[in-house]
């Protein structure tokens, strides 16, 4: 694994920082070049004698002494791609509050609708950027610059960086977004310019490899709890009433998951991580028979990519994510069949809350989050980082190569604390029988 | 209109308000026989010469000096049925406080699931009720009874209530549940019984006739604020983005005016009351297509009874209420499929909020409203008024007779301040070209 | 009682909205000059044979076929004085787009920071306002326009209203600005001058004679609610846990009262329709005893207007209101001095959440409420009406001279249903002894 | 610095895990013996050729293999103590379960209101915990076992713990607390008992060495905010308004600061780790005024610990901790006293949440938060360890001895990511003049 970072060239520049600081009005400190933080810090058991001799380290993120873009000549093109995550804004906030007054850059610009906004020929104009404009956006869900899906030309896009003479692009977005960013980066470097790219990870999923946390998430499962009380609420109050709840998580559980361990009335949760069957002594319907008849309701979560097995989605949408089956309307169909052909009358109410969840203002947590995420980009684009994305890891905050995480995707652990946690509250079969 | 209430008999029995009354304790009013509201306010223009000699009006609620039951003789039942509506669990509450507290009323059992409970084929045990179980519950939605959709034979209801000395009925429910009170009733009124049958009506679309508002409502609206918001924020987000948003509302557009009026981001409102046409240079997919065109995103809200002849619901659920067809799955599709057809790139979001607006408790606006109609169907019961609920008509609270109550339904006035409202802030056409 | 409304002259221009109705687009209706509500609803018991020949009745609010400016040439000016209410950026908003959108009114101002922003001595240069500038104002508290307390001269704000050619001054404001009101009109009837004056009431107390409701109350007595909980949460916690929470009220206690019964978990509630003595068997402290040695702890919520005479309030405020005592204070003083006389551990906590409250947006109910106000009180200053508020009473929107609504204030009537519903939820004794 | 944990004895009971892990039921992870999380994790710069052989390093959290006490046989007794804070209900609560549940212990009991619960002479009864018993509590502030401040001898209370033969002891609490355990732990010591004593650290302030983050306080910045909006609110709707919001944080601003970073409309926040001048040219007042003048209002928000020097508090609360002078109302004194002097007429709210912030019940991220430190010092406990806290470092859970918790505080660095945000978000001055 390659953790370094690429670099546009020597940071000559002294950073504006300093110059207050010399005057004693600036009391921070820099981080120095070479800083990193340990990748992994658990202590071999036993103890291994050989410590590497360079153990895998992250670059820690914050401002340098020297900077490599000066900010009088700078400018800067801000995008958002992807869907609606709580915080963008937040972020959007920051970056602009950042560079325009700590580092005094006076020219950026907001691209819209996404990379869409990069490709004249979809004739979106940019927006001028400032302080005035994104004062009070950070109370509002969605995107000032608003968003969309899918990639463009890496050859349209950098002409367009090219001819507006932008010279750090700051992106918001998710995995399609890294791995367009990737081909931009590519595309730059053949050309041999000096443009920057530095993305904020947004992935309301939580699943970018090496990184703990990502921006909304916090958000998100708490906003899911609510519909686990209302289906909670729904189940209890009907006899073998069935609240069954779809969360967000195409390729991870970890919403689904955190939000039933936060709000312990669920009974059980279906994850894309753990498989589960339907049928057979050891599958969903007779646990959810068997849960009836001793409780007399149950609650079920499930996360949008469990069970994909059973649904068989197929295709993939604007942005070449593969498109995913509705587990949500498979398992309300089977159950209401199932119980249907025992003679078990129940009530099932169906609650899937994405949209309100994804439209939200950040909650204070995520806004703290994402207005230090948002510094830290800027300090990484203009000390000349490329094609580098600012993260969370060990509760700090790191530089991460972009090409590593599009990698893979983080997933929950099935032996992890997390997912124990969840059996433990929603006593549910580890297992599923002859699940794949 | 008859707005006279039954009576089981004369009231004989001093209230035991006026016990602690007279020892200086009690310092409210008792209502006094006979006192009534105008159903009327309105004087007219010009001046009548000739007042009707009796204006129609209805009956005060309130504590009465005598009152017909021996309160600690006498043994409540208490009844919740039909779907879910945040501040059940306050009347419930307030029922009993003011059974045991204010009437030392010692015996007050509940029937579980409904009317289900009242049929002893279905074996759901009753469950004593006193201030300590009830003490919390408000906090929490749902009801403590659980409830169900759907009849029972009188006969078999009336026979329970025989059988287990049950003097005062307590239920509160929505249309069928009226309907299924006033077939109690007969019943009763066939055996020349003395049980009394009081409903709290229960309607989250505050569609009762002669009643202005219903417990729930304000919560329920105040909530799809939410969706309205969420819808909204996707809708900004996406070029050519719309938001659509399904609230309850089956015979009548309350919720999904009352909503709009008080957040005025929705861009067109869809309800029973006024018919619109698809298609068409005035159909509601024109107008979205130029909506799109000048404005570039849409919102609009469906209420989930509005377009019933474009759906074609059928059928029946077990309350014997029509099955509706699902007009937001209709507009969904239509959408898609004529932008689609006119080649205009587009983000469609669906949000339905149903079950989890059905679900949270009440807020303090409806806490309150819960409490005072709770009192008041004590009150009523307790003097023998019977086949009454209690109401809120010009912000005071008075009896009803269920007969008239189930004749029909109240819906919205197009002309009138509310559905005007929703025109000024929707700047939607108020007529849908050649629709029926 | 006078209860007409006084007019700049006879309406001879015809509604814009008539223009458009006879194209077939405006659906609404017209109210008729001389629609009346009856002031009064209840039936007499026993019947009175005479009944009055003219009944007092309130003028319906609405929009009037006939108006007297004409939008065209109109200018408007709106101002908002005294405290923050929930609910006032509501009403500047809805208020602006109605005169903009429906009545085609394009010269509308605001004057900064209440009576003084009339004053030309103060500079505070006047604010232009239109469909932009509030387009978002309602999701935030406060006001748009700033607010102050505390009278200007009649003449120089007369002078101000002549200079700058308004033609219909829009209020909001309380008590005092109602009174200032009142000395405007006078000026301006001195002058003979063709300018209408028109408030919509603000008092989160709820304290207008004649007025069921005022905006911004819901919200208040919802968020107060919180501060109950709290109170009781910290009751609990300890031993002879004391939790005491001061709300606004200074003449009247209906936010403390109206808060318990949605909340009831307060224990007594002060309030300064109901004299109390603190010391005495049948006192305050007394009464504080016997309930910490019975249940270990008690919730105590005080009006900041109740007990005045034990706390000798004296003054007055810029708006001539009289200054009130801290009664939060002197409960605190006297419990923690008798519990410690005693020899009772006790621990107090003290909340006072008032600007919390005053601050917070408008919740839906409010929002809904406010956008009905203020269209209202465009169509009444556009018909020529003066010196006039709009109100609501019995559910409905009417015209109330200000005149009257300065005679006096509204104040909770103990042996009325509000008052009653408290003393059954808190338990508390209906009087204290020896109080005054 | 000794970051060993003392232990019992050896662990040689099997885990009850790892039976049902046999039967393939238990799929998590024990934690090896020995197992330890780096303390420092960044690498050094320049790399030190001579990395320490071993590096400070804390015992990682979670089950074992083996245990220590016999569940079977084992009383354990729960105790919560100081002030309250949001999530105590939510660890009570995950304690219980995972006891009874995971561990099959069978008898745990809790003492009432805090250290004074094991001291016979207080005459507290204990409580039976059981899962029925705690089932809700988690929606609910506050502590059902209710709390108190102060210490009570160590020889009474391992008296109690001895006669009731309790083996484990978990309590939940802050400094005070933690000096009273580490007070019972050297009386059982000497005793030569066999009874662990566990600790989840409750501090709302944040302000435990070594631990990143104590639960609750998540909760309690983000309720903050909600002041500082209402303060904002407030200070803009006056003519020079001035919000003050005096916020929690004895010893550290940890929740002011976080607060005002997570919402940016603050101008000035004050913490004990930052000195202020209130005189001079470089001293608060003369930085408001200057403010005022500019800006036309101001936000402040202070610690309460903050400016002690200028307040002069004195004595000592119950528990030991030193009295604190009321900074709150010095400014407000102050500010008002400064600004009549020099006849700037303004108007100052002053809002303190601190009750209302103490009571609430856990948001979603810390109720999942108490759940995990909940287990895991159940985990510690029956493991054997004691004088232990359970705590998060680095994102991780780990053991701390309890002596090096309890010696020293944890503070804000002035030149860390925190206060470097603040200064940016508020524009203050980042040292004030000749403050000491």
Redesign the interface.
Known sequence: MDLSIPRLGEPRIASPFRKTARA??????FI???????LD???P??PSSD?AAS?A?LE?A?PRESIFFDPSKLRVGIVTCGG?CPGINNVIRSLV??LH??YGVRRIVGFQ?GF?GLAPSRR?PVVDLDPAVVREI??????LL???RGPQAPEVMVDTLERMGVGLLLAIGGDGTLRGLDAIHAEIARRGLKIAVVAVPKTIDNDIPLV?RSFGF?TA??IA???I???H??A????NGIGLVRLMGRHTGYIAA??T????DVNCVLVPEVAFALDGDHGLLAWLRRRLESRGHAVIVVAEGAGQDLVGGEGADPSGNRRFGDVGALLKECIRTDLGACGIEH?L?????S??I???PA???D??FC??LA?HAVHAGISGRTCVLVAMR????VHLPIREAVLGRKTLD????LW??V???TGQ???WGNAQ
């Open positions: 004693g009005e600036w009391t921070g400190r120095p070049e070479g800083a990193r933080l340990l810090l658990e202590l058991v036993p410590a153990p380290a820690l914050g609606l509050l950042q007054h700590r609708y869409a979106q950070h109370h509002d869900g969605g995107s608003g968003t969309s703990d916090d499962f708490s709890v609510q519909s009380r209302a289906a609420t729904e209890q109050a009907h006899q955190t939000a361990v936060a709000e312990p009530t109410k169906y609650i899937d809350p949209y309100q994804r439209s939200v909650n204070p947590n806004a703290l207005s230090f510094r060990h509760d700090r905050y099935p032996a992890g604390d124990q946690a059996l433990e509250s079969p580890p297992t």
